[in-house]
């Protein structure tokens, strides 16, 4: 029997964990399916972790240890087994294929990733710019592959003006991108419609500061 857990923690057996990073730990029973009798010592388990990069494609790194020794795991595929009581095997390379053989149903199981998208606006404008408005059917299409959604509309401004102007014009962003969403295959009713304002810059800036890459909207599909 193999059971396989995914670890999303910051440890696992002693592990530690840095970077961005999949990891899966694959563990084989060794008497599967056997009567065991009250008296008897429990099976012997041998974990086994795998470092697989994350939906972006880095990898990070992770230090596995156990029964007094540690390994390192920091490339893409990169496995290590651990018996219980021993130090960590040496660390070794699997193929894709073998990776897909030992835990490929488990990942085509997770859910997608969030897909993310940022739309700039012109300045003191609820007006997309043009090439922003180019992305909109990348956006309707991404919602009707995914299908049924949840989908995040968070408005953003640049530091020039007071506070509270910020909030408003963020809000009415988020409101124009929404709109032009639900106008097609969105139900409004999926839509989180949100205001940073001048909070949260994509470019941090002082006050007061013009900065096109902070006039924008931020739209996660989940």
Known sequence: MVRVLFVPEM?????????AACIVAAMFAAACGATVKPSAKPPQTRDTVVLLPDEKGKTGAIVVSGGG?????????????????APPGKPATLSEDQVQAMVGPALSALPQPPAQFILYFRHDSTELTDRSRKQVPDILRVIRERYPVDVSVVGHTDTLGDRRYNDQLALKRARAVA?????SVVDPSVLEIASHGKDNPLVPTGDQVS????????????
């Open 211 to 222: 900065e096109p890459r902070n006039r924008r909207v931020e739209v996660t599909v989940r």
């Open 69 to 85: 020794g540690e390994q390192v795991l920091s490339t893409p595929r990169q496995a290590v087994t651990v018996e219980h009581g």
């Open 179 to 183: 709109d032009l969403l639900s106008a």
């Open 11 to 19: 440890r696992f057996r002693g592990m530690r964990r840095s970077g």
